[in-house]
Antibody
Framework: EVQLVESGGGLVQPGGSLRLSCAAS????????MFWVRQSPGKGLVWVSH????????TYADSVQGRFTVSRDNAKNTLSLQMNSLRPEDTAVYYC???????????WGQGTLVTVSS | DIQMTQSPSSLSASVGDRVTITCRAS??????LNWYQQRPGKAPKLLIY???SLQSGVPSRFSGAGSRTDFTLTINRLQPEDIATYYC????????FGQGTKVEIK
């Protein structure tokens, strides 16, 4: 069974940093692109970042470019998102997601809440 | 950037009804169009990928159609468990979601 379990969310002050992690199991992690998607309270879904299966390629939404860094450890089946210079508008549930056919998102974690507030 | 526009933003229908949600892309995306269901308080779930392919385990009352810029998600015989917000997403250039369609039971 595919499982994606996020951790690392919490309350952080504006300008602060936070590192999210996602533990993957039930599939060959090193074979799949992975993504981070966020959802602000009461709002829609927004793609944040992607990383290729071997980590050689990454992309970011304009809103986080230069502040967030995605990485993966295929030996430990772990996906990470380093978030720096956090802003109140980064407040959201962050989902770890697996890429599937047609670059769709076929499995989602349960999400971890990040709150940026003073 | 490719913009995705869904309609309606919300709808109310009776159990057993056929429901159709539309999604329009700001430019051609071939068939790189996916549909997700998000039940209240839950993570999204993939329903349809590649415009019309049913994800494994998804009930056959869900179907998708369309190509280039215009797409539809149809729910045949609406069930109480289909109460959710539905999102379209393009995966042709980067990834963009529509704003969502909230489906309620009348």
């Amino acid at each position: 069974e595919v499982q994606l379990v996020e951790s690392g969310g919490g309350l952080v002050q504006p300008g602060g940093s936070l590192r999210l992690s996602c533990a993957a199991s039930g599939f060959t992690f090193s074979s799949f692109w992975m993504f981070w998607v966020r959802q602000s309270p009461g709002k829609g879904l927004v793609w944040v970042s992607h990383i290729s299966h071997d980590g050689s390629g990454t992309t970011y939404a304009d809103s986080v470019q230069g502040r967030f860094t995605v990485s993966r450890d295929n030996a430990k089946n772990t996906l990470s998102l380093q978030m720096n210079s956090l802003r109140p508008e980064d407040t959201a549930v962050y989902y770890c997601v697996r890429g599937g056919h047609s670059y769709a998102y076929d499995f989602w974690g349960q999400g971890t809440l990040v709150t940026v507030s003073s | 950037d490719i913009q995705m526009t869904q309609s309606p933003s919300s709808l109310s229908a009776s159990v057993g009804d056929r429901v159709t949600i539309t999604c329009r892309a700001s430019q051609s995306i071939n068939t790189y169009l996916n549909w997700y269901q998000q039940r209240p308080g839950k993570a999204p779930k993939l329903l349809i990928y590649g415009a019309s392919s049913l994800q494994s385990g998804v009930p056959s009352r869900f179907s998708g159609a369309g190509s280039r810029t215009d797409f539809t998600l149809t729910i045949n015989r609406l069930q109480p468990e289909d109460i959710a917000t539905y999102y379209c997403q393009q995966s042709y250039i980067s990834w963009t979601f529509g704003q969502g369609t909230k489906v309620e039971i009348k």
